[in-house]
């Protein structure tokens, strides 16, 4: 058996800025902010659903972060670790007005769930460009609208690629080889290393509580 994944569909940034700057209907308001906040976080919907303002904490540098444990993991994860999200400024002004209270999330899949609200959405602010998607039927791609693919995947996709782009590889200069220890050494990120790294990528303020 062979494992398959979906073609990487995801916005790109500019794709992604279009959503947060696009005045939308109250009636798409909602899923705008959930769609928003979870491509800020890249969790998982189920994490997702499950996030609450005791998974928020403040670190010394004034930095909010969320701290939790991925469910699909917990089993294989023999320490217990957790992740630690930070949170960047317009994600920390959805979470002020939802306390992560969104009622859209009741109902992920469905004719009015969560994933085809996000493809409204996505429509709405016109994310139209063409991906390929692999037709079993005829063995060929076929393409369709960014936003036809829309769904709780695309935001963990969306978020990835971002922060990706973002951050340079060392490799790239030359003075190392790939898997060098000294790379790893050098390169570890700290929380704030990371939240540059993450607003730099969202094009959001640097800001501390």
Known sequence: MKENYDAPAYLLQEEFLEVMDTDVPAT???????????CAFGSRI?????????KVVVSAEG??????????????????????????????????KWQFNFPILKYVTGKSGYNVKIRKLLEYCQIDREVNVFDKDSSDNIYKPLYTMGSSKLCRKTHLDMLTKVQVNMYVSGHHKEGSSAVKHYSSLMLKDRFILMCAAYKQPIYNR
Do not use: C, G, W
């Open 46 to 54: 189920d994490d997702f659903k499950s996030l609450n303002m005791d």
């Open 28 to 38: 798409l308001q909602e899923v705008k902010e959930a769609f928003l906040l979870q």
């Open 63 to 96: 930095i909010p972060y969320l701290r939790y444990l991925p469910q699909k993991t917990l089993k294989s994860n023999e320490h217990k670790d957790e992740v630690e999200i930070l949170v960047m400024r317009y994600a920390l002004d959805i979470i002020k």
